[in-house]
């Protein structure tokens, strides 16, 4: 597990290509100074498994779920990505529960700064707006950063000096991808109401089921 406080950036030093995979040597500076064969390393905010070690480079191999919902296989050698390890069971909880399970892609459509704070508004795909609400909290290539506003099918964030200085943020224009992934708690949330045990698929949900689960009382049914 991750917290999107993203360690530092490392750049892409070495990219082969495969079929249906990718294996990337990153320089990652202070990240691998205490990492071993095995670790998971959030890569652009994407859990990674490190398969070999030349410090200060590691290797990880990308494998074709990961290349199809990520921006990943779009990396060029010389890219700068941010890194961070996972988190130790007596850190700080400084973001949020981040997983590295990226939800889908994103696109900057616009960034302009405001104050000595950057604002960024992203296009998404409309299926994961239901994920994202105001001031919930976004994982945005690894950074955890709070929903300012929602619309439709976009959302937007405001980016700290600090956040904006330290990680890839900075060096990202409009019509950038960036990978996304929302709040884990409003997905679980989604999936135990909804779902239907004699069906084994998701289920509607009704003011009947909130009942049956405890989430509401006979008296609001009879006013809903």
Excluded at 17 to 37: H, K, P, T
Excluded at 121 to 143: A, P, Q, W
Excluded at 175 to 202: H, P, Q, W
Aim: proline share 2%.
């Amino acid at each position: 597990m991750f917290t999107g406080i993203v360690e530092t950036t490392g750049k892409v030093t070495r990219i082969d290509r495969l079929s249906e995979s990718v294996r990337l040597s990153i320089a990652a500076g202070r990240v691998s100074e205490d990492v071993s064969l095995g670790d998971s390393i959030a890569v652009n905010g994407v859990c990674l498994t490190v398969v070999s070690i030349d410090a200060p480079e590691l290797v990880f191999d990308a494998v074709y779920e990961t290349l199809r919902r990520t921006t990943l296989g779009a990396l060029s050698v010389g890219d700068v990505i941010n890194l961070e390890r996972a988190m130790v069971a007596n850190g700080r909880f400084g973001g949020h529960i981040v997983q590295g399970h990226v939800d889908g892609v994103g696109r900057i459509s616009s960034m302009r700064p405001v104050g000595n704070a950057w604002q960024v508004h992203v296009d998404v795909d409309t299926n994961l707006m239901r994920y994202i609400v105001e001031k919930g909290s976004i994982c945005i290539d690894g950074i955890s950063l709070t929903v300012a506003d929602t619309g439709h099918s976009s959302f937007s964030v405001s980016v700290i000096p600090h956040t904006w200085d330290n990680t890839t943020l900075s060096s990202r224009r409009a019509g950038d991808s960036l990978n996304i992934e929302c709040d884990i708690i409003g997905k679980y949330i989604e999936r135990l109401m909804g779902f239907s045990t004699s069906t084994n698929v998701a289920a509607p949900v009704s003011m009947d089921m909130l009942v049956r689960n405890g989430f509401a009382t006979e008296v609001a049914t009879e006013a809903w």
